[in-house]
């Protein structure tokens, strides 16, 4: 079966460390996102990507990067930088003028 | 510019009650409408959209009309069960202006047996 695949599932971070979240999709689609969403906020923009190498910053992209080599993978690596990175990660998918597809989200916390 | 407005919750419904999540949209242009679900522990999924005025989405007994007029996509479903509880979230999408989707912040819904 297609979709995404958002790893791992709980994921925890000393202060100070970078850590990388995981994207992969096998739907063939072009455009990649990964939002943030914490409790009574709903979702925010952090990255995108339309195309392979290529990505644009979102509403809360500081303290965020991504990488795009290839089509299938979106990472999001949440740096030092990042003072406050407790949060549910969603990635999304999509293509042409489709809805997003999301993925089960990781949950990120601060030891 | 773009947002949405949904209502704010929890709401709190016994099973078989008529439930409204009411959603209002500011927009230059005619986007297309969604509503999406999110239940415990898990990512979105689309349950019903609609592309240009007057469409209706349904999925599941739910149902959303896109209406123009009132900048609006309110929510419905006749009779709702303990496993409709989720957070329901509105949102909109322009075709071929960057891709973007503006979501609204969510109402949680619980719904007692």
């Known amino acids: 079966d297609g979709g995404i695949t958002q790893s791992p599932k709980y994921l925890f971070r000393k202060e100070g460390q970078n850590v990388t979240l995981s994207c992969e999709q096998n739907l063939n689609h072009d455009a990649m996102y990964w939002y943030r969403q914490d409790p009574g906020q709903g979702l925010r923009l952090i990255y995108y990507s339309q195309i392979v190498n290529d990505f644009q910053k979102g509403d809360i992209a500081e303290g965020y990067s991504v990488s795009r080599e290839k089509k299938e993978s979106f990472p999001l690596t949440v740096t030092s930088a990042q003072k406050n990175p407790t949060a549910f990660y969603l990635c999304?998918?999509?293509?042409?003028?489709?809805?997003?597809?999301f993925g089960d989200g990781t949950r990120l916390s601060i030891l | 510019g773009d947002s949405v407005t949904q209502m704010e919750g929890p709401v709190t419904l016994s099973e078989e009650a008529f439930l409204t999540i009411n959603c209002t949209y500011t927009a230059t242009g005619y986007p297309s409408l969604f509503w999406y679900v999110q239940y415990p522990g898990e990512g979105l999924q689309l349950l019903l959209k609609?592309?240009?005025?007057?469409d209706k989405g349904s999925n599941k007994g739910f149902e959303a009309t896109y209406r123009k007029e009132t900048t609006s996509f309110h929510l419905e479903k006749g009779s709702v069960q303990v496993s409709d509880s989720a957070v329901y979230f509105c949102a909109l999408h322009f075709m071929n202006r960057d891709d973007k989707i503006i979501f609204g912040k969510g109402t949680r819904l619980h719904i007692l047996p």
């Open positions: 609609a592309t240009k005025a007057d």
């Open positions: 999304a998918s999509s293509i042409g003028s489709q809805p997003q597809h």
